[in-house]
C-alpha cells in the first residue's frame, strides 16, 4: 500500500478528533465535499455536514494516486448503525499541501 500524501494523512488525523478547527482549517473556503449524494460548497456547509456526522475511527486499508487525484479506501468505525463500515472510498480530487478544494467521499 503507498502511503498517503501528508495533507491526506493530517485530514484522517483530524477528521476523527473532537476539536474539529484545525480539521475545517484543511479545506479552501470554497471547498466542495460530496458524500452520501449530497454536495457541501463552502467552509459554512461543511461545517453542518460535519456536525450531522458522528464521529469515527478510520483505517485506511489503500492509497491509490491516478490522474483524478488519490483515492484512500478505509474501514469507519463509530456510534452509528451498521459500524464498521469497510471499502468506503474517499476520492480527493483537487488539493495540494495547503488545502482540500474538493472531496468525494462514496462506497
Do not use: C, H
Amino acid at each position: 500500500m503507498n502511503s498517503p500524501p501528508d495533507m491526506i494523512r493530517r485530514y484522517f488525523a483530524l477528521a476523527g478528533q473532537p476539536d474539529q478547527e484545525a480539521y475545517f482549517a484543511l479545506f479552501a473556503d470554497d471547498a466542495v465535499v460530496e458524500d452520501e449524494g449530497k454536495s457541501y460548497r463552502g467552509i459554512r456547509a461543511i461545517r453542518e455536514w460535519r456536525r450531522e456526522t458522528p464521529l469515527v475511527s478510520y483505517e485506511i486499508t489503500d492509497v491509490e494516486d491516478g490522474p483524478a487525484g488519490t483515492v484512500v479506501t478505509a474501514t469507519i468505525s463509530g456510534d452509528f448503525p451498521g459500524s464498521p463500515v469497510a471499502g468506503l472510498r474517499f476520492r480527493f480530487e483537487d488539493y495540494d499541501d495547503a488545502e482540500i478544494r474538493k472531496l468525494r467521499i462514496a462506497p
